[in-house]
């Protein structure tokens, strides 16, 4: 085992340290310890480790390790690409959870077996060095990502968008995939989850590596484990060859797994296992295979809800969701609206090598005014509609009551200006002028009718 590196140990145990010292040593670079947490800046500034193993219990309070929580956040506020593998004798599932959430890479229980943790600081040094090198190689795509390109404003292939929620959610892209946390991935059906993901790996030092997709809610339970570990030949019926899994097949670079929240509680314990080992082991094989891989899950499911249910185990959610990115749903999205329906258009109208004209003043209101319960994908399908044949209507009528989409002949004309006022001011997020141009009327207008419909 080839660790190398550079490690700090803080612990009040000189016989920690001791022991430490002598097991670490011959396979890292230098070691530092110290028995004081308040010198931890000063060793940061002067001797760079990579790798920090932090007690967790001072002489301030024995057993709750608040000491431990509080000098990890430390740490991290100095420097965020830290990795922390946090030590303590009171060992709790709260506990380990709290940890990992906090910012910590690992969670070693003393006494400590001395091959899981020679196993620990061996990872924790890889990742140190993948963070780094990440945040060097993302500076200068992360900057690209900023300025974006091209006539539709900010643009990184389909990644359109340059509204402000679009905006920041672009400078987190690039901010988190310069490290090599784990990310997780929450919007709506349709906002474009996946397309994140691909531009998580792409901002990456990992972007040569391989980016393996895999949608967690077409798999049955029973397929779960070949799918995600590999077979060896005739592991079980109808193996006839063997066959790498999705995680094995993401070695080195990112795993996406689509579609979190529909696991099963034994395939979440299976997930969890493989995540916490970083092995895997084919299904009839005893080899171990040790992975490096960057986790990136998409839900729209509510996750924490189904851990207050009892559905999805916490301590997996907090391993998934090191950091969390939200991708917003396409009617908080302003003008993305029109520069997404443009790009589509433009798209379907080359696929079908036809001329599309350009949207018309009614039709931009439309497009504006419309809910779009199906975000980008069905902004997708209704431009290639429009492609395929202009002469359809530009949105099918939902029929909905509610004033939402195409409205219907069933309600009157007091319930139809009163749902798209409130659609319109919803669009603009009470930007009065802007709803007025919405609707096609003057500001003193509508002004008259929020005040006749009492809004």
């Known amino acids: 085992m080839e660790c190398k590196g550079k490690v700090l140990i803080v612990d009040d145990n000189e016989d920690v340290l001791l022991s430490l ?26 001797f760079a480790p990579d790798v ?18 509080e000098w990890l956040a430390r740490i991290l506020e100095k420097d965020p690409a830290s990795v922390v593998i946090l030590m303590t004798a009171y060992v709790d599932t709260e506990k380990t959870v709290r940890a990992i959430k906090a910012g910590a890479v690992d969670f070693v229980p003393k006494p400590w077996n001395n091959r899981k943790m020679l196993e620990a600081v061996h990872s924790a040094v890889d990742l140190r060095r993948s963070r780094m090198a990440a945040l060097q190689a ?29 905006l920041q959610l672009k400078e987190r892209i690039a901010r988190v995939a310069a490290t090599s946390a784990n990310v997780l991935i929450t919007g709506e059906n349709g906002v474009g989850k996946d397309v994140v993901a691909h531009e998580l790996h792409r901002l990456s030092a990992v972007a040569g590596k391989p980016l393996v997709s895999i949608d967690l809610g077409c798999i049955p339970e029973q397929l779960f ?9 005739g592991a079980f019926t109808g193996a006839a060859s063997p066959k ?6 993401a070695d080195g670079g990112t795993l996406f797994l689509d579609e979190i929240g529909n696991l099963t509680p034994a395939m979440q314990q299976k997930l969890l296992t493989m995540i916490e080992k970083r092995e895997v082991s084919r299904i009839g094989s005893t080899r171990v295979r040790r992975i490096n891989v960057r ?27 090191t950091i969390e990115l939200h991708v917003p749903p396409l009617r908080e999205r302003g003008s993305d609206i029109l520069l997404l329906a443009r790009h589509f258009c433009r798209m379907y109208a080359d696929k079908y090598r036809v001329e599309v004209p350009d949207f018309s003043r009614e039709e931009e209101r439309l ?71 919405l609707l096609g009327i003057t500001r003193y207008a509508l002004y008259r009718k929020i005040d006749k419909y009492g809004i």
């Open 52 to 69: 920090i193993l932090l007690d967790m219990n001072f002489a301030r309070d024995v057993a709750s390790g608040e000491e431990g929580y």
């Open 295 to 321: 986790i990136v899950a998409a839900t729209n499911a509510n996750l924490r809800e189904r851990v207050a249910q009892g559905t999805f185990r916490e301590d997996l959610l907090y391993r998934l969701n």
């Open 225 to 233: 484990e070949s799918e995600l570990f590999g077979h060896e030949k």
């Open 367 to 437: 497009l504006l005014l419309h809910p779009w319960h199906g975000n980008v994908r069905e902004m997708q399908h209704c431009m290639e509609r429009r492609a395929i044949d202009p002469s359809m209507p530009l949105l099918p009528d939902t029929g909905r009551p509610d004033g939402e989409g195409t409205m219907t002949a069933t309600l009157n004309l007091e319930e139809l200006e009163r749902a798209a006022i409130h659609r319109a001011l919803e669009r603009s997020n009470g930007n009065m002028s802007v709803a007025a141009e």
């Open 138 to 166: 993302a500076a200068t795509a992360a900057q690209e990502t900023l300025q974006g390109n091209g006539e539709d404003g900010q643009r990184n292939g389909d990644f359109i968008g340059e509204s402000p929620q679009m």
């Open 21 to 46: 010292n002598m097991l670490l040593r011959p396979w890292v670079d230098a070691i530092r310890v110290i028995s004081r947490p308040e010198r931890i800046a000063e060793f940061m500034d002067s």
């Open 244 to 249: 790498a899994g999705r995680v094995e097949q």
